[in-house]
C-alpha cells in the first residue's frame, strides 16, 4: 500500500503489477515509468515488466500476482478510499478469476475502506463478476477509463456490470467524447494528462462531459488540467474545484 496525490483516492493497493498497452489512452501511461523506477530499485516485484522502446518505459505484458499483498486492507484502521492496481488492471486477461475471488474477498471482510477498481477492460469485468462466487459489494466502486470517442463503447459495457456504484474516468482525456451516455453511471472523472509528452486537453471536451454529467445526474470530479507541470496548471474549472463523490445507489 502506498499513500498518494491522486485527488479521487486516499491510497493505492496493488496486489497485481504489470499490464499491456490497449489503446491511445495507455500511449503515457504512468504505471509504466513508475514500474521501470521501482525495478531500478530493485523491487523484486516490477521486475521484467517494462522495457526501453524510444528511450521510454513500455510494459512487456508480463502480469505478476502478489498473494502477499492480500492481508495488506486487513491492516489499516482507520477508513479510506483505496485505488485498487493502479499499478495493473485487475481485469487484464492474464490475472484469473479465482484470484480475483481471493481479492473479492478481501473487500467484503473490510467493509469499512472504500475500494475503487478501474478498468479499460469492462467487458471482462461484467463477465467475470458474473460468474459464482461474486456479490455487489456496496463499498466497492467499479469503472472504466475512456480516453476518446473510440472507446465510448466501454459504456454500455460498464452498464453490464453489477456494481453500487459505476463510475468512469475521462483521463487522459485526448479527444472529445460528444457522443458520450453517461446514463446509469453515478460519477465521472475528468483529467487532461500530465508528464513530460503530455497531449493538450481542449476546454470544450470538458465542457461536453460536464453537460452529459447533468443530463444523467451525474457526479462531477475535475482531477486537473495536466500538461508537463499539473501543479501550475492546476484544477479549477468554471472558477471553482470539483471535488464530489457519487451517490450511493444501493
Not at 478498468?119 to 459489494?137: D, E, I
Not at 453517461?182 to 460536464?210: C, H, T, Y
Not at 507541470?229 to 457519487?246: E, F, H, M, S
Request: aromatic share 10%; with cysteine.
Amino acid at each position: 500500500m502506498a499513500e498518494t496525490s491522486i485527488e479521487w483516492t486516499d491510497a493505492t493497493w496493488n496486489p497485481v503489477a504489470g499490464c499491456t498497452i490497449l489503446t491511445a489512452g495507455c500511449t503515457n501511461c504512468y504505471a509504466m515509468r513508475m514500474a521501470s523506477r521501482l525495478e531500478a530499485m530493485g523491487v523484486e516485484k516490477y521486475s521484467g515488466l517494462t522495457r526501453k522502446s524510444g528511450g521510454r518505459a513500455k510494459w512487456t505484458g508480463k502480469v505478476v500476482l502478489d498473494p502477499k499483498s492480500l492481508s495488506i486492507p486487513a491492516g489499516w484502521s482507520k477508513p479510506r478510499r483505496v485505488f485498487v492496481n493502479s499499478m495493473s488492471d485487475l481485469f487484464h486477461p492474464d490475472v484469473p478469476a479465482h484470484f480475483i475471488r481471493r481479492i473479492w474477498k478481501v473487500m467484503a471482510d473490510t467493509p469499512r475502506h472504500t475500494y475503487q477498481i478501474l478498468t479499460k477492460r469492462p467487458s471482462r469485468m461484467a463477465a467475470v463478476l458474473s460468474l459464482n462466487g461474486f456479490q455487489v459489494l456496496p463499498n466497492v466502486w467499479l469503472g472504466t477509463s475512456v480516453e476518446d470517442s473510440h472507446v465510448l463503447s466501454r459504456l454500455d459495457e460498464l452498464r453490464q456490470v453489477p456494481a453500487a456504484v459505476r463510475f468512469v474516468s475521462f483521463e487522459p482525456l485526448i479527444g472529445s467524447v460528444a457522443e458520450g451516455n453517461l446514463k446509469d453511471i453515478q460519477w465521472a472523472i475528468v483529467g487532461g494528462e500530465s508528464g513530460p509528452n503530455a497531449r493538450p486537453m481542449d476546454p470544450q471536451w470538458i465542457d461536453e462531459i460536464f453537460d452529459q454529467c447533468i443530463d444523467a445526474d451525474t457526479t462531477f470530479f475535475f482531477k486537473q488540467w495536466g500538461g508537463k507541470n499539473k501543479k501550475a496548471a492546476g484544477r479549477v474549472y468554471r472558477q471553482r474545484t470539483w471535488d464530489d463523490l457519487p451517490r450511493l445507489s444501493m
